[in-house]
């Protein structure tokens, strides 16, 4: 189980370094976001996808600690229950 957490750790920080380093080619491929332009001001769709990046690397570290569990069980959306 460490071994999965550390696998999905290393998986997430990729995936999150990547959305920070590849912020510019987001935007130009996928256009800008309204709404982080209105709250994040100018160029806010570059900082958008920064942002999304650090949470995505995070969200894995916090699984990695096992302090974000992400299985339907822990989220009470299955019931143990008949």
């Known amino acids: 189980m ?4 550390l696998i999905v750790f290393m998986l997430t ?8 380093r590849s912020a510019e080619w ?4 996928f256009g800008t ?3 982080a332009e209105k709250h ?3 160029g806010g769709s570059y900082s ?5 990046g650090v949470i995505t690397i995070i969200l894995g570290f916090l699984y990695a600690i096992g302090q ?7 989220a009470g959306i299955l019931s143990t229950a008949p």
Request: charged share 15%.
């Open 40 to 42: 994040l001001g100018p």
């Open 48 to 52: 958008a996808w920064k942002l999304f």
């Open 26 to 29: 987001c935007v130009r491929n």
């Open 2 to 5: 460490v071994l999965a957490r």
């Open 33 to 35: 976001m309204d709404w």
């Open 13 to 20: 920080f990729g995936v999150g370094l990547g959305l920070i």
């Open 68 to 74: 974000f569990n992400v299985t339907p069980q822990d």
